[in-house]
């Protein structure tokens, strides 16, 4: 019964952030960046290639350049000691398999961070150490 409960709320609270994401503004400059790897956003899968990653509330949106690939996530802020110019990306790696993990806007000591997804937890637990981490540096 919890779980049945769980999974109505969490229905209902989806529903909410996809119709009411359009009326809040997205983050006034989306980032662009290319990853020459495939990735995962939680439970999405996406191929290489060029996206732009926006806020919107707690969430992040990776869409592809073409809008043929779109991803949102619910995100928990994280914070850096020093700002950097070059907003980037964090990517956790794990053989060929790779998950974002963090995003750092330019000249902010806060941004935003996924929560492990099932498989990438699974794939942590066969690790003697951390992850391989990657940055990407946005595009302009």
């Not at 779980?3 to 529903?15: C, E, N, P």
Request: cysteine-free; proline content about 6%; glycine content about 6%.
């Amino acid at each position: 019964m919890k779980s049945q409960s769980f999974r109505v709320f969490a229905f209902w609270q989806l529903l909410a952030m996809l119709t009411v994401t359009p009326l809040f503004a997205q983050s006034p400059n989306p980032m662009r960046f290319e990853t020459p790897f495939d990735f995962n956003v939680g439970d999405r899968a996406l191929p290489a290639g060029q996206y732009t990653v926006s806020t919107i509330g707690s969430a992040l949106e990776i869409r592809s350049m073409d809008n043929k690939q779109i991803a949102t996530v619910l995100t928990h802020s994280t914070s850096r000691p020093d700002a950097e110019e070059q907003g980037k990306l964090v990517f956790h790696g794990y053989g060929n398999t790779y998950f974002l993990s963090k995003v750092w806007r330019p000249r902010e000591l806060s941004g935003q961070e996924l929560s492990k997804s099932s498989q990438e937890r699974e794939l942590a637990k066969g690790l003697s150490g951390p992850p391989q981490t990657i940055l990407i540096a946005r595009t302009k």
